[in-house]
């Protein structure tokens, strides 16, 4: 226990050359959204994500991107260290809000031994649900090939929300490419025809500044209307193909659905 309260000298050193460290550990993993404060949101829904990290392994594992309780600054450039059979809440990770994204950098000999529990959900509403579950992203969960979100609705009523992540996250000219193809829910065959591209757009992701030497956000592009990407016609499914347009990035992406009147949320993740 005694290594979690670091004296002050010597934290205010490590301040500068802990986060460094940070970026050569193996395994980092995405927080796609957290919400810590309530975020408004449409038809006066009002949204906040619950977090847990557990440690089932025998060994404590540091993990930049957390952070504690501590008296001084420099604790926020600290790791925390989470121990053996602990599972808790962080009350807030490396910045208060990440709606486009968090990393967190788990020490490499320890990382597989972490699990991870994220929810979203609407406040307005919470007598009647418990939220619905986002994936927290592994490293080698991001793809540098296609990656595909598979029957996607249009029926009236649903509101859709893409969202697209480059591993790296360092500031540089970075494009997207997205396909959007119309299903046909007459296709039972595996001989059927090639599902119809309906048009296809190129993004450019957007950065956020990093934090003391550490890169906690990830390249990120929102869509909040998928009609924007290209006319949808009547297509009542979709088909979302999104790969690298720049060489070298590395991607991950989720697609949220969510009606407007009950504000339920349906995740649709590349599998």
């Avoid at 440690?55 to 309780?69: D, I, K, R």
């Avoid at 009523?157 to 790296?168: K, S």
Wanted: proline letters at 9%.
């Amino acid at each position: 226990m005694a290594s979690r309260r670091l004296p002050i000298v010597l934290a205010a050193g490590l301040a500068l050359a802990v986060p460094a460290a940070a970026q050569t550990a193996d395994g980092r993993v995405l927080v796609p959204i957290f919400v810590r404060d309530p975020l408004p949101g449409t038809f006066g829904s009002s949204w906040i994500t619950d977090s847990w990290i557990t440690n089932t392994g025998s060994g404590a594992v540091e993990v930049f991107g957390v952070a504690w309780t501590c008296f001084i600054p420099e604790c926020g450039f600290l790791p925390a260290t989470v121990d053996p059979g602990v599972t808790f809440q962080p009350r807030y990770l490396a910045e208060e809000q990440g709606s486009r994204g968090l990393f967190l950098y788990p020490n490499a000999t320890g990382a597989e031994q972490l699990h991870f529990a994220l929810r979203f959900r609407d406040l307005s509403r919470q007598s009647t649900t418990w939220g619905t579950e986002l994936p927290v992203v592994r490293e080698r969960e991001f793809r540098s090939g296609p990656l595909s979100l598979i029957d996607i609705p249009r029926t009236p009523g649903f509101r859709q929300v893409l969202r697209i992540y480059d591993l790296d996250g360092v500031e540089r000219e970075a494009l997207v490419r997205v396909r959007t193809y119309r299903l046909d829910p007459e296709h039972h065959e595996p001989f059927d025809p090639p599902d119809s591209l309906l048009g296809e757009t190129v993004l450019p992701l957007q950065f956020a500044e990093p934090l003391g030497l550490v890169i906690y956000h990830p390249g990120y592009a929102m869509v909040a209307d998928l009609s924007l990407l290209t006319p949808l016609g009547d297509a009542e499914r979709l088909r979302i193909e999104i790969e690298p347009a720049t060489p070298g990035l590395k991607l991950w992406a989720f697609l949220t659905v969510i009606h407007n009147e009950t504000q339920h949320a349906t995740v649709i993740t590349p599998q």
